[in-house]
């Protein structure tokens, strides 16, 4: 049975068409993933499955039936649930509360808490999931909140699940058990729309694929009967090598570039988070630093960033102590960042484009005189940099808020890459970018590396990790527990150091 | 000794406007919407009341009449600062500024100093002592021999406590100020539950007001909430929102304000000096409380 049908589905932006007569078909209990390019207009046409946004023209059949839903509260009466890539929860609250958020149980006035935590335990252990009902939400891991926003859904009854790039923040260990929930709630009889780019997830759990470009479907295939070439083709329309093939360096005699001595800081608790660590980056060299997510690497990044002050310990580039140093001065001194959250340390999401790609080195004197901006210096770096990192926008004067999560991060990119730093600290830079992207990106790092930058990679992609590294850190719980060279990096050793096996 | 008893009494009965404005602010600030006009609402609360008790002659309808007023005042700002979204900070500020200047202007208008209604309440009357308690020495004339809204106050915490963790609306009200998104995303109706938030919070400040002008002293004079309504809201600032945190910082506040008043009649020439205590205590209270939340974040 086909549970969800659309006949000549349509979404017009103003001229911009997102979405041009989209005819698919998703069979009952199958697992069906969504792959396009950043922008191909996946979401919209979610958006519009889940009554976010209503169609142009065309028509939807859930069940057979013809839809028309004004809002998501709609779309889940009629058994069809999302789970966003950015999730709606309450941080304050508990699991429990979170999931029985709109339809809490009560006994006369007040919420029957017991019977509440029972109801959660029940399904937890129902879909087999690794959840504490009276954990708060801010404590939990990216991973577990996931699980929060799934459970969420499936209490509400749904049985058509859309998920809008489920894996792009969580880690690899997570995105191993994510895929194992899939086959279980298949395994129960739901349907499962993934909306991705990572070839990997596709071919590990779907049935079936729908390639999305340009608004247009370009291809719908058996996953059984295609390859992750035949995909990469189809979505970028050419073929892509993410193989990333490096000249062999000796860094012996190169000069060190960049150099952390010691650093130390505790968080608001008082706990120490990054624990004597100490590195140097050499000319031309990309140090790899890995660990699973939360043992400290975020707030190393701040600290060489600027944006957490240190307890102990001493930061120098090119032998000139920059510890402790502001953002601002750090830039002037030669180092560019690229932040681990675009639009919390990145971006501000309510400015113009043009405003965003000169953040940061808006007081300099190519963008700057006499404290006044140069607005036609800016508009021409703007539409530079627009069209030679190919960011996709509909509105050059408009807000970075109108773009997707990937063309935001290769705003992020290109106005970092463009002021021709020493060194870079780099922190998730491929997160939630398409794979055509994603190849660019790998692409410039090593036309810096080649230019004898220095680049220090944070990233819980160990694929990347390794194919990117000359050397590679790993973290644990704060500390530096190993390092380990690029070319004979694998990822059990890694694994095993990420867990803190020595 | 009897300095001690009247310095612990005032300070029962300078605080139970404080903690009814503290409590009718806390849904607002946890559903995210600062209600700076608290003082505002307290003002109309006191001057409306006070008024009606003389056009009615009835305390009870003249209380009931400044109520209904101060929630149409409730209404105006959420209509203004909710659905049409302006700065809530900006509206609190006018409404403010609105309550004085109108309360100030009628005064003139009627050509009357003040509202005297002494006539008709008798304030004396309104003392209640509770049986039992009114026995126990030492604190029988700390605790006992106060006015009903003052009990009422201190009730009201357990309340407030009670529907803010124990109730969906409690739950919403939080839930609308830490992830709007994720409220609407459910089908909670965010708006509705702002515009009952701060209207708890009218509810409140009326009766904050008419506890301070009629039920009290059976007075109001021009301006007479003098900044409570502020201190409420740094009261609830350094107490988080928290029911019972925030009344205790409430109480703190009361008591300078009943030392200040206590200590002034001895003072002498001094003794004016003495009013800006709570004021001074307001600021060094802040102060030392978002120094010590921030004491150990390395964060920039």
């Given amino acids: 049975m086909k549970v969800i049908k659309t006949i000549n589905l349509t979404k017009k932006f103003g001229d911009f068409i997102a979405n041009d007569n989209i005819n698919l078909e998703i069979e009952k209990g199958s697992i069906t993933a969504i792959m396009g390019e950043n922008g191909a207009g996946k979401t919209t046409l979610m958006n519009m499955f889940y009554g976010l946004s209503k169609p142009t023209s065309g028509e939807l059949l859930i069940n057979g039936k013809k839809a028309n839903f004004k809002s998501p509260q709609d779309a889940i009466k009629c058994g069809l649930g999302m789970v966003h890539q950015h999730f709606k929860l309450v941080p304050g609250l508990t699991v429990f509360e979170n999931i029985l958020l709109g339809t809490e149980i009560t006994a006369g006035p007040f919420i029957d808490t017991m019977k509440e935590i029972k109801e959660v335990s029940k399904l937890i252990t129902e879909y087999k999931f690794e959840l504490n009902p009276k954990d708060k939400v801010s404590d939990i891991s990216i991973g577990a909140k996931q699980r929060v926003e799934i459970l969420k859904m499936l209490y509400r009854k749904v049985d058509i699940l859309i998920f809008d790039e489920p894996t792009a923040v969580l880690t690899p260990q997570e995105v191993d058990e994510l895929l194992q929930s899939f086959r279980e709630l298949k395994k129960q009889g739901k349907t499962i729309i993934l909306i991705t780019h990572k070839l990997r997830e596709i071919m590990e759990v779907s049935d079936e694929v729908i390639v999305i470009k340009k608004g247009k479907i370009v291809g719908n295939v058996k996953t059984s009967k295609t390859n992750p070439k035949e995909l990469a083709n189809m979505m970028v329309g050419r073929d892509v090598v993410l193989d990333v093939s490096k000249r062999e360096k000796d860094f012996s005699t190169s000069k060190v570039l960049y150099k952390v001595e010691n650093l130390k800081t505790e968080n608001d608790l008082g706990k120490t988070v990054v624990d004597n660590i100490s590195f140097e980056i050499r000319e031309g060299e990309i140090l790899g630093v890995c660990g699973v997510e939360g043992n400290g690497q975020s707030e190393l990044v701040k600290l060489l960033t600027g944006l957490m002050e240190k307890t102990e310990g001493k930061v120098f580039l090119n032998g000139e102590d920059i510890t402790g140093m502001w953002p601002d001065e750090l830039r002037k001194k030669g180092l560019a960042f690229i932040p681990e959250d675009r639009y919390a340390q990145g971006l501000c999401r309510d400015m113009s484009l043009s405003d965003n790609i000169i953040a940061g080195y808006h007081s300099g004197e190519k963008y700057c005189s006499f404290g006044l901006l140069k607005r036609k210096e800016i508009t021409k770096t703007r539409d530079e940099l627009i069209d030679f990192y190919d960011i996709r926008i509909s509105e050059r004067e408009g807000n970075i808020s109108s773009l997707s999560g990937g063309n935001a991060q290769k705003v992020i990119i290109a106005r970092e890459f463009d002021a021709d730093p020493k060194v870079i600290i780099a922190s998730q830079p491929t997160r939630g970018v398409d794979i055509g992207s994603i190849e660019f990106i790998y692409k410039k790092i090593l036309e810096l590396r080649e230019k004898g930058k220095g680049i220090l990679l944070v990233s819980s992609e160990l694929s990347e990790i390794m194919s990117l590294s000359d050397r590679i850190i790993v973290m644990y719980k704060g500390k530096i527990v190993g390092q380990v060279d690029g070319k004979t990096a694998t990822k059990e050793k890694l694994g095993l150091l990420m867990a803190g096996v020595r | ?300």
């Fill in chain 2, 1 to 300: 000794m009897s300095l001690i008893n009247n310095i612990l009494y005032d300070t029962v009965y300078h605080s139970a406007p404080l903690i009814l404005l503290v409590l009718g602010g806390i849904f607002a600030y946890k559903a995210n919407v600062l209600n700076i006009a608290l003082e505002g609402m307290m003002l109309l609360g006191a001057f409306s009341s006070a008024y009606f008790v003389l056009i009615t002659k009835s305390l009870l309808w003249g209380i009931i009449v400044g109520v209904i007023l101060t929630l149409i005042l409730g209404l105006i700002f959420s209509y203004f600062s909710v659905t049409l979204k302006s700065n809530f900070i900006i509206t609190g500020l006018g409404i403010n500024m609105f309550t004085l200047a109108l309360s100030g202007f009628l005064l003139q208008f009627f050509s009357i100093p003040n509202i005297n209604v002494s006539s008709i309440v008798s304030t004396a009357n309104l003392k209640i002592d509770i049986p039992f308690l009114k026995d126990i020495p030492i604190i029988a004339p700390i605790l006992s021999g106060h006015t009903f809204l003052t009990y009422f106050s201190f009730v009201c915490i357990f309340l407030a406590g009670v529907l803010m963790f124990k109730t969906k609306f409690g739950t919403y009200v939080r839930v609308v100020g830490e992830n709007e998104e994720a409220a609407k995303s459910v089908g909670i109706k965010s708006d509705r539950i702002k515009y009952l938030a701060v209207l708890i919070g009218a509810f409140l400040c009326a009766l904050a007001g008419a506890n301070l002008s009629v039920e009290r002293t059976a007075l109001y004079t021009n301006n007479m909430t003098a900044g409570r309504g502020f201190i409420a809201i740094a009261a609830i600032y350094c107490g988080r929102g928290m029911p019972v945190k925030s009344t205790l910082y409430a109480t703190v506040f009361g008591l300078t304000k009943s030392l200040s008043i206590n200590l002034a009649l001895n003072a002498g020439p001094v003794s004016g000096l003495f009013e800006t205590v709570p004021y001074v205590m307001m600021v060094i209270v802040l102060g030392v409380v978002s120094a010590i939340e921030s004491r150990r974040t390395k964060l920039r």
